[in-house]
């Protein structure tokens, strides 16, 4: 009788904190800067520099536990973490082993059947980020840029209670979604602010015990993470079913070629040589500091649904969508606020913004219209000034560059012309030139009418309201 396996996984979750400054020192943490010009000797390791921990670092991390149901930790310390690696330039990492800052607690995830199910939190604790290497293939070198070293990380390290890829998946999206409404972190995975370790073992259905596990690194998507998950399940199967033995390793992940391999024997704690960091004072967090990070937390999705129902009476399909980016929520609100019109706002997000989201491969935090203009747009339509199909010129120019639509419809003439002369000058032009289609619309075919209004639109360069005309071909024949 064949056995049957099932899948133990924990994840370690690093996620770049939306500090303006990094964990020890002044230098910028902003993304995308040439190599080598947001260090300082505190961040590259320099003989006789000295860290000072950045109060927003420790803000950022309680609200994440306080979010995360953890307890906090009123007393926390640094540790340093040896190991020597080219992009670590003080040969050990600023993190916490001994005294994190937030400890035991969970969220709760959906399963596919429906269900709920609460992942535990083991720890966050706070650290600096390494520097990165880049491979030059061409030069046949390895350069090390140091901008990244000491941006602020908090890692979020789960108790083994996911089964399977999807669990993953949905556990990764709740974090991501708490840490964005905080403001705590943009979680890009593209640009390495939200990075996932898989801690992946497999045994036996019924056997208590683990497995021995191994590490998965180099995963920045969530198509990798289940792609990695699936492979390295099939991989430790297929070797128990040999005879063979997992190893304990560090494994890294190639998403092209879709296997993993090697990279080094897993470590342990003591491999690490971690001792209290000798220049950093302990963290005393007072209850007036607890409670007004408490105070701060925003309004989270799961009662921003709630309230969008009441408040807004948009369907939960909507709601679903619109709720799931901050970003988004956010956009919502404010144009609904302006305009008073919460339904239209709620289609154009649904309809042409997700359109275009997904034809330009755009992310919600990358959208660049503003509320103001949104409401602006959907003033100018209600009013009569423009049509539905100018509408959408007008919004895939907001969509592109943020157009202001009055500014946009006034300098490209595209207002709607309601002038009743000309539009009965046109139509009467339209039903001499289309003697058949009139012809057939009296003679009981109903749709001939739409060919009518095409043209009369065409004639009217798109600047009349297609009710309008309708109207007025319906009283002239």
């Known amino acids: 009788m064949a056995r049957e396996y099932e899948t133990v996984i924990g994840l370690e979750v690093h996620v770049e904190l939306a500090t303006k400054t990094k964990i020890f020192c002044g230098c910028s943490t902003a993304f995308g800067a040439e190599p080598n010009t947001q260090i300082c000797p505190v961040c590259t390791g320099m003989p006789g520099s000295l860290p000072v921990l950045n109060r927003q670092v420790l803000e950022y991390a309680i609200a994440v536990g306080l979010a995360t149901d953890c307890e906090i930790a009123r007393y926390a310390k640094f540790d340093r973490k040896n ?67 000491g941006v602020p990380l908090i890692e979020i390290v789960s108790e083994p209670d996911m089964r399977s890829a999807e669990e993953v998946i949905a556990y990764l999206e709740k974090l991501r979604l708490i840490i964005q409404y905080l403001g705590a972190s943009d979680c890009k995975l593209q640009e390495g602010s939200m990075r996932a370790d898989v801690n992946l073992s497999v045994r036996e259905i019924g056997t208590r015990e683990f497995g021995t596990r191994t590490e998965m690194k180099n995963l920045n998507s969530f198509k990798a993470i289940s792609r990695a998950i699936e492979g390295e399940t099939e991989r430790q199967i297929d070797l128990l079913e040999s005879g063979e033995k997992v190893i304990q390793e560090t494994r890294r992940w190639d998403d092209a ?32 500091m607890l409670e007004e990070i408490r105070a701060k937390q925003p309004e989270f999705r799961t009662e921003k649904r709630k309230r969008y129902r009441e408040e807004f009476g ?19 609100e404010a144009a609904a606020a302006i305009c008073g019109q919460p339904k239209k706002v709620s289609n154009w997000l649904m309809g042409e913004t997700l359109r275009l989201m997904k034809e330009r491969e755009v992310e919600a935090e990358d959208l660049r219209f503003s509320p103001e203009n949104l409401a602006k747009l959907i003033t100018l339509t209600d009013a009569g000034t423009i049509n539905s199909s100018v509408a959408k010129e007008v919004f895939e120019a907001m969509f592109e560059e943020n157009a202001d ?27 001499a030139a289309n003697p058949q289609s009139v012809a057939d619309y009296r ?12 043209q009369t639109m065409k004639a009217m360069k798109g600047k009349a309201d297609p009710a ?3 109207r007025m071909l319906k009283e002239l024949l």
Request: charged share 30%; with cysteine.
């Open 83 to 149: 190991y020597f690696y080219p992009d670590n330039p003080q040969n050990y990492q600023i993190s916490q082993l001994y005294l994190p800052i937030c400890r035991n607690g969970g969220v709760e995830i959906q399963t596919a059947d429906g269900g709920v199910k609460k992942v535990g939190i083991h720890e966050i604790h706070m650290e600096e980020d390494a520097g990165k290497l880049i491979h030059d293939e061409w030069g046949d070198c390895s350069l090390v840029d140091y901008n990244r070293s």
């Open 405 to 431: 639509p009055e500014k946009y419809v006034e300098e490209k003439g595209l207002k709607n012309v309601n002038d009743e002369g000309a539009l009965r000058k046109t139509v009467e032009e339209v039903i």
């Open 468 to 470: 309008a005309v309708n």
């Open 443 to 454: 003679g009981g075919k109903e749709k001939a009418i739409g060919f009518l209004v095409g």
């Open 257 to 288: 070629k879709g296997e993993s391999y090697a990279m080094r024997s897993k470590e342990d704690a003591q491999d690490y040589r971690y001792f209290p960091d000798p220049d950093l004072v302990p963290i005393a967090v007072s209850d007036e």
């Open 314 to 332: 948009i369907p939960d399909y909507d709601i679903e969508i619109i709720t799931a980016s901050k970003y988004m929520a956010d956009l919502f």
